[in-house]
């Protein structure tokens, strides 16, 4: 059995400390409680805002105007309208301002040309949400406050699994990877955030199928919370929608309003009837508008689609060099410079990337609480108030506050009651049978087999179907494959244990994903249904959560909340 | 090999190691050796060890495979007109 090594207790746990889990933890502190950070690697570069980014979602009223309505609705109509839950994303905005001058005050520069500036994403003659920062160097910034505002702060430990009471939440169980052998970490809280961030490496990799870590968003970003939250009877929400994103091939990354071109076809025709000639200002926004287009252009023959930046000033051409270094992506170019690929003069060719889970998660309340009292969650990760990096900083912030109420008025659960949680033991024990197993079996295999399942039998659109049939077979071969990693996945050291329960979190959230698919009986996005091809105007205004009870999944549908 | 350490800048500060968020690296402080490149499928080309190692002794390969797909920009516009 690996060793138990470390008995810890604190007020509010945070598990993860990327955008959401710094900000809730300097929140959490700044309201007076105790606050550790568990995060698996560390949170001076760690998560998808790692080496930065550069739109950050917000209502400015002196920019918007008083009526923050407008900007609710601007957000209900963007890409990542669908799953909202109207009053939390009303909450965001209204306190997104603060945020805003908060992380400036920190030294991120959130004045370009000194003054508040929209730009990305934007429609010609509709208000702009995406105020436009520097945030190369977000985190060392965060994790500094984080520092200052006196949180501790857990580098290399991975939260594996929750344990509560039948009251609400207890603590977390960590996987401690700093070192080759692996030891656990048994952390008693009296609130827990969850901010583990998206879901990534289920669907095989769309630009490059042979790998695993060729992804848009972090890869070590494993949709933790929405399957730790679901071991403990937690609801999630809009599980079956999925998120694809798009931007260059064969490299992988996201950042696609960062670039400013306009969309073509080889014949040089436009995509989209949007933007002739972009501008900082103003950049195509076809892509939103048309989610599926890089696909069915090549779907069709007529693509593929390039994004053409010759046309744009060379000014602006410099800037979209210095953003793109905001925006975390020196990787690509470098790279792009290295090759000698040139945006003046290149026209790069751009793919719709594979499905994640982003924004499709955990439900939360107005107080970013779950139905498990204490639990709370923010960021990529819940499923009813999706915003990206602003959201993660703002409703992580309004976690860390409202988590911090909370345990002021509640108590830890005793150690010896920890001690024999008959749970934690038992997840112990699961996970020290694949680190003491003699198996070459790695976790890569089993990986890459669930994305396979994934991609077979629970694909999204377009040009892809599921269909009751696909997804029952696709259930039962989730099972078969969970019985033989069960017995003959292998991880021999600290690091491949991660990866291997990174796995295990990964499968539960497929396994939930095909559920929820099965009960959606309708077409809706991309979740494109072969045996229900029609939307169903009843489901217009409704969400599907669903949650384990018994070992079994249950669905139900639920209002949307437009107040 | 993602991550490609020139060993003649490396100081052996461990720094790369730690901050990776892919944890690609491992690294002994007490060995004070040049941090070894121990899984390099997992590494996600952030680029943050190319950030952050003071000695500016890091540099990525990408591999072949990432290749960007790209043309002349004046390809489109030969058949815009
Ligand atoms: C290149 C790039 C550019 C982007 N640009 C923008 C942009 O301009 N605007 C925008 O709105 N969004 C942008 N995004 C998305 C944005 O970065 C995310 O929405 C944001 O980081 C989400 O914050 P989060 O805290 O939920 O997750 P993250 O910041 O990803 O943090 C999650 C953290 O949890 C840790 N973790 C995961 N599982 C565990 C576990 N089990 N135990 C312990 N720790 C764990 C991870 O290591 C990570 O540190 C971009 C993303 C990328 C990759
Ligand atoms: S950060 Fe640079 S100097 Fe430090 S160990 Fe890594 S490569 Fe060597
Ligand atoms: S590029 Fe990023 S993922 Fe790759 S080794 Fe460097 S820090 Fe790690």
């Given amino acids: 059995m690996i060793p138990v090594k470390k008995h810890l207790s604190t007020d509010v746990l945070v598990v993860g400390g990327g955008i959401a889990g710094l900000s809730a933890a300097i929140s959490a502190r700044a309201s007076g409680v105790g606050v550790l950070i568990a995060e698996k690697a560390n949170t001076l570069r760690s998560g998808s805002g790692a080496t930065g980014n550069d739109h950050f979602l917000c209502y400015i009223p002196e920019k918007h105007g008083p009526d923050v309505s407008v900007i609710v609705k601007e957000l209900h109509q963007s890409m990542m309208g669908a799953s909202q839950d109207?009053?939390?994303?009303?909450?965001?905005?209204?306190?997104?301002?603060?945020?805003?001058?908060?992380?400036?005050?920190?030294?991120?520069?959130m004045r370009i040309d000194d003054d508040w500036t929209f730009m990305g994403h934007a429609f010609?003659?509709?208000?702009?949400?995406?105020?436009?920062?520097?945030?190369d160097d977000q985190k060392p910034i965060l994790t500094r406050e984080a520092k200052k505002a006196g949180a501790d702060i857990l580098n290399h430990h991975m939260i594996v699994d929750l344990f509560r009471t039948r009251d609400g939440i207890a603590g977390a169980l960590a996987l401690d990877v700093s070192g080759e052998a692996p030891s656990f970490a048994v952390i008693r809280a009296k609130c827990v955030i969850l901010a583990t961030g998206s879901g990534n490496r289920l669907y095989t990799s769309r630009n490059t199928p042979g790998t695993l870590f060729n992804t848009g968003l972090c890869p070590g970003c494993t949709a933790s919370a929405q399957a730790q939250a679901w071991r403990i009877g937690a609801t999630l929400v809009n599980m079956e929608q999925p998120?694809?994103?798009?931007?260059?091939?064969?490299?992988?990354?996201v950042g696609k309003a960062t670039w400013i071109g306009i969309y073509r076809y080889p014949d040089g025709r436009l995509l989209g009837p949007f933007v002739t000639k972009a501008t900082k200002e103003l950049g195509d926004i076809t892509s939103d508008v048309w989610n599926s287009s890089f696909s069915d252009v090549m779907h069709n023959g007529t693509g593929p689609a390039y994004i053409d930046c010759s046309d744009v000033p060379a000014e602006d051409l410099a800037f979209m060099r210095r953003a793109m270094a905001?925006?975390?992506?020196?990787?690509?170019?470098?790279?792009?410079?290295?090759?000698?690929?040139?945006p003046a003069r290149h026209a790069m060719e751009f793919g719709q990337f594979e499905p994640?889970?982003?924004?499709?998660?955990?439900?939360?309340?107005?107080?970013?609480?779950?139905?498990?009292?204490?639990?709370?969650?923010?960021g990529d990760a819940i499923g009813n108030c999706r915003a990206d990096l602003g959201g993660a900083a703002v409703y992580g912030w309004i976690c860390g506050e409202e988590a911090a109420k909370r345990a002021a008025a509640c108590e830890l659960v005793p150690e010896e009651e920890a001690e024999k949680d008959a749970w934690l033991a038992e997840r112990m024990a699961h996970y020290s049978s694949f680190h003491e197993r003699a198996s070459r079996h790695g976790w890569q295999e089993v990986n890459r087999c669930l994305q396979q399942i994934m991609s077979d039998y629970a694909n999204v659109g377009p040009h892809h179907v599921r269909s009751e049939n696909l997804l029952n077979a696709g259930l039962k071969y989730l099972a078969?494959?969970?019985?033989?990693?069960?017995?003959?996945?292998?991880?021999?050291d600290a690091h491949t244990l991660m990866r291997a329960i990174e796995t295990l979190d990964l499968m539960d959230c497929g396994e939930i994903i095909m559920h929820a698919a099965r009960e959606r009986r309708e077409t809706r996005g991309m979740h494109i249904r072969s045996d229900f091809t029609f939307t169903n105007p009843l489901l217009n205004d409704k969400f599907l959560t669903i949650r384990r009870e018994r070992g079994k999944p249950v669905t139900a549908w639920r209002d949307k909340l437009t107040a | 090999m993602p991550p490609v350490i020139d060993e003649t800048k490396c100081i052996h500060c461990g720094k790369c190691a730690d901050i990776c968020p892919l944890s690609v690296f491992f690294f002994r402080r007490e060995e004070r050796a040049v941090p070894e490149v121990r899984y390099p499928d997992e590494c996600w080309h952030c680029n943050a060890c190319g950030l952050d190692c003071p000695q500016g002794a890091v540099s990525l390969q990408i591999p072949l495979n990432y290749m960007l797909l790209r043309i002349e920009a004046s390809q489109l516009k030969q058949t815009k007109e």
């Fill in chain 1, 124 to 135: 010609p003659g509709r208000p702009r949400i995406f105020l436009k920062y520097e945030g």
């Fill in chain 1, 356 to 378: 994640q889970l982003m924004g499709h998660g955990v439900q939360i309340d107005i107080n970013g609480e779950t139905d498990v009292p204490g639990l709370f969650a923010a």
């Fill in chain 1, 480 to 492: 078969d494959m969970r019985a033989l990693a069960g017995t003959q996945m292998a991880a021999p």
């Fill in chain 1, 86 to 109: 109207v009053p939390l994303s009303r909450r965001f905005l209204e306190k997104s301002f603060d945020i805003v001058k908060l992380w400036h005050s920190w030294g991120i520069n």
């Fill in chain 1, 326 to 342: 905001s925006e975390g992506l020196t990787g690509l170019v470098n790279y792009m410079d290295e090759q000698g690929i040139d």
């Fill in chain 1, 243 to 253: 998120v694809r994103h798009a931007g260059p091939r064969y490299f992988t990354r």
